[in-house]
């Protein structure tokens, strides 16, 4: 870590503490040339392999844009699908893997959809899961049944 104001490379922390949600330390360093002091934020990374086999760094605004394409037209608002997102990142960031494929992320994604809207959870889960027939539509529909995801406003959607 470089002192931002004399560009020396040696500092030592002086105080330590986690961020409210848990998710980041923030750092008090002091700069051993200067005597400056300087706030440093440290957060882990998690990387998503692609099936390609590309890594590329995981990206909360990928879950949203996927999601809300299964949200049009359905009533869910924009901080809906923030939580959502944040609950998947939560999620992941909870197995503690610094990599973790394409299709582990949107099968966490399922979940917290199928809890938020019922519909949105079968569009989105007959594109991910490539439902080629009906009865895909019908064996979803009928696991959302039995675990009670689907409350009795939303059984006449189904």
């Known amino acids: 870590m470089f002192c931002p104001y004399c560009r020396h490379s040696d500092s030592r922390v002086v105080d330590s503490r986690t961020t409210e949600d848990g998710a980041a330390i923030r750092r008090r360093r002091q700069c051993t040339e200067c005597g400056r002091r300087f706030t440093t ?7 998503v392999i692609k099936r390609s086999g590309v890594t590329e760094p995981f990206n909360r605004e990928k879950i949203i844009n996927g999601v809300r394409k299964a949200c049009q037209g359905r009533p869910v608002g924009e901080d809906d699908l923030a939580k959502l997102a944040q609950e998947v990142e939560e999620i992941i960031r909870a197995k503690g893997l610094a990599e973790i494929d394409a299709h ?3 099968l966490t994604i399922l979940d917290p959809l199928s809890r938020l809207d019922t519909v949105a959870y079968l569009r989105f889960a007959s594109v991910y899961q490539a439902f080629d027939s009906l009865q895909d539509f019908e064996n979803a529909i009928e696991k959302l049944r039995a675990t009670g995801e689907a409350g009795p406003e939303q059984t006449t959607l189904l």
């Open 104 to 106: 582990e992320v949107g």
């Open 41 to 47: 934020v440290e957060t882990t990374s998690v990387a």
